[in-house]
């Protein structure tokens, strides 16, 4: 299978911590994109990190590259109980389809 | 339209029987994507429409399932013959060519075959 993984499948966190899910590809990639998905619909695109980046920030997310171990993380900062859902990365493998990972259910507690 | 539309948002359906998901995606968006997931897992990848080139059908599971694309806009998924494993929510997703802003998704089609 080409699909990624995702760790932890499971986070759950206190509101105001900070949340880290990492993700592994498997081929060379022309970037990485992370998506959030609520309730189990549509999803969500929150950050698109190149190949040839490192480090990308968008207000409270910061995400990383690392194309030598093929894996990329996301962190959350100062989590709110509004984060709660799914966060899918997600590799353009430049074959005009991304490829998906498994996902990481976040749960922030108040 | 602001968004990518899909319809119907559900549907209920008896092993068996055909049936036709909708997609109608971003305008100006050339590409278009369907994606299926099954209940807590991550997106499989069916088909991709760009422009007026053939679609990459290579995510296809079997050849109930078929997809078109009208006029480079509006998509219609057919799966015929349904089967209880093609229960799960079909999701439509849109982008520009060179894609730099990541896809745009639609809410989805949550299938039950009973």
């Known amino acids: 299978s080409q699909q990624g993984e995702e760790d932890p499948q499971a986070l759950s966190i206190q509101e105001g911590e900070n949340a880290t899910m990492n993700c592994s590809y498997k081929?060379?990639?022309?970037?990485l994109q992370w998506y959030r998905q609520n309730s189990g619909r549509g999803l969500v695109h929150l950050i698109l990190?190149?190949?040839?980046?490192r480090e990308k920030h968008s207000g409270r997310l910061r995400v990383t590259l690392d194309t030598s171990k093929k894996s990329s993380s996301l962190l959350i900062t100062a989590s709110r109980a509004a984060d709660t859902a799914s966060y899918f990365c997600?590799?353009?493998?430049?074959?005009?389809?991304?490829?998906f990972g498994q996902g990481t259910r976040l749960t922030i507690n108040p | 339209g602001a968004g990518v539309s899909q319809s119907p948002s559900n549907k209920v359906t008896e092993k068996g029987k055909d049936v036709e998901l909708r997609c109608d995606p971003i305008s100006g968006h050339t590409a278009l994507y369907w994606y299926r997931q099954s209940l807590g897992q991550g997106l499989e990848f069916l088909i991709y429409f760009q422009g007026n080139s053939a679609p990459d059908k290579s995510g296809l599971p079997s050849d109930r399932f078929s997809a078109e694309r009208t006029g480079g806009s509006v998509s219609t998924l057919t799966i015929q013959r349904t089967q209880q494993e093609d229960s799960a929510v079909y999701l439509c997703?849109?982008?520009?060519?060179?894609?730099?802003?990541?896809?745009?998704f639609g809410s989805g089609t949550r299938l039950t075959v009973v």
């Open positions: 997600a590799s353009d493998q430049g074959a005009q389809k991304l490829v």
């Open positions: 990190i190149r190949s040839n980046e």
């Open positions: 997703a849109s982008s520009t060519l060179a894609r730099v802003d990541g896809y745009t």
């Open positions: 081929t060379s990639i022309n970037n």
